[in-house]
């Protein structure tokens, strides 16, 4: 079985697993970062979504292969403290109800915001298109990122 590098959150990682193998078991089984969610399997629930290279991406979806030598980063490491914008955000539009799909969500958010400071709603209504909330929150969604863009009081 080979050994894989990876910097995840800021710390390098060495993972001995098959290649094909979705980031998204690497993370939870052999890392412990269940923070990262199993929703569907097929990339279609955006619970699993994670950073590569800044870059939101479903690992489920992302074989252990394509992300050596790269960037990874889970929702456990966007902010040691919840300090960061969308984070507080989130808490302050009451976003999440049941919070299965909440660390997805907040992933994406802050790819988002990282690529285009001010979105529009078009802007968050695409970025989100490939993610689904049961709860139905989404115009809480669209606040809290209208929020952390500075966009809400």
Not at 75 to 82: A, M, P, Q
Not at 118 to 138: M, Q
Request: with cysteine.
């Amino acid at each position: 079985m080979p050994t894989y590098q990876l910097t995840v959150n800021g710390r390098l990682r060495h993972v001995d697993a098959e290649p094909d193998t979705p980031l998204l078991w690497i993370l939870r089984d052999t890392l412990g970062l269940t923070g990262t969610k199993f929703g569907c399997g097929q990339g279609v629930c955006g619970s699993c979504t994670i950073h590569l290279d800044g870059q939101a991406v479903k690992s489920c979806q992302t074989r252990l292969k394509d992300v050596a030598e790269h960037t990874i980063i889970t929702v456990e490491g966007l902010s040691k403290d919840g300090s960061h914008p969308i984070q507080k955000a989130w808490l302050a539009e009451d976003v999440a109800q049941c919070g299965y799909c909440q660390p997805g969500m907040i992933m994406t958010a802050a790819a988002l915001l990282k690529h285009k400071a001010h979105p529009t709603d078009g802007d968050i209504d695409g970025a989100f298109a490939g993610h689904i909330c049961r709860c139905g929150t989404y115009p809480r969604i669209r606040k809290a990122v209208k929020r952390a863009a500075g966009g809400a009081k």
